[in-house]
């Protein structure tokens, strides 16, 4: 199965889902976004895909959210999207992609839906076990 995982490694979410993938047998492709930042039309496939609003895909916390004053229902989708570009902080992550679906994977063991072959049992940074069988 082909796994992309557009990731941030100073994320701890992101990480997460990633040694998710990798406990399950993926070597997927990782995009550090904020370094290869999506185009315009490949964010907006993702979006598309994966069935939310522009909105729902913006990161508030550590970004440039509310000075630029984002939070305003004045901004249409494709504005949001022109600030995703200039700002890729602004995406939220970790967005997975597999044949079964795309997803924005928070929390990190929403990885488990658009896995073929997902791993019994993972253990996060922080201790917590998760499983697919408990979602």
């Known amino acids: 199965m082909s796994v992309t995982i ?3 490694p100073s994320c ?4 997460n889902t990633l040694g998710i993938v990798r406990a399950s047998g993926e070597e997927p492709v990782v995009i550090e976004y904020l370094k290869n ?8 496939s993702l979006i598309a ?3 939310v609003p522009v ?7 550590g970004t440039p959210y509310a000075d630029l004053g984002l939070g305003d229902p004045q901004w249409s989708d494709d504005e949001l999207i022109d600030f995703m570009l200039a700002h890729p ?9 597999t044949k079964r679906g795309v997803k924005l994977c928070r929390p990190s063991e929403a990885v488990f ?16 076990t998760v499983s697919p069988a408990a979602r």
């Open 55 to 61: 909105r729902d895909l913006l990161r508030e916390k």
């Open 49 to 51: 895909a994966m069935g």
């Open 12 to 15: 701890g979410t992101s990480r």
């Open 89 to 97: 902080i602004l995406i939220n992550r970790p967005i997975v992609v």
């Open 113 to 128: 839906d658009l896995l073929e072959n997902p791993v019994a049992r993972f253990t996060k940074e922080d201790g917590e």
């Open 6 to 8: 557009y990731h941030n």
């Open 37 to 44: 930042p999506p185009d315009r039309g490949t964010l907006k």
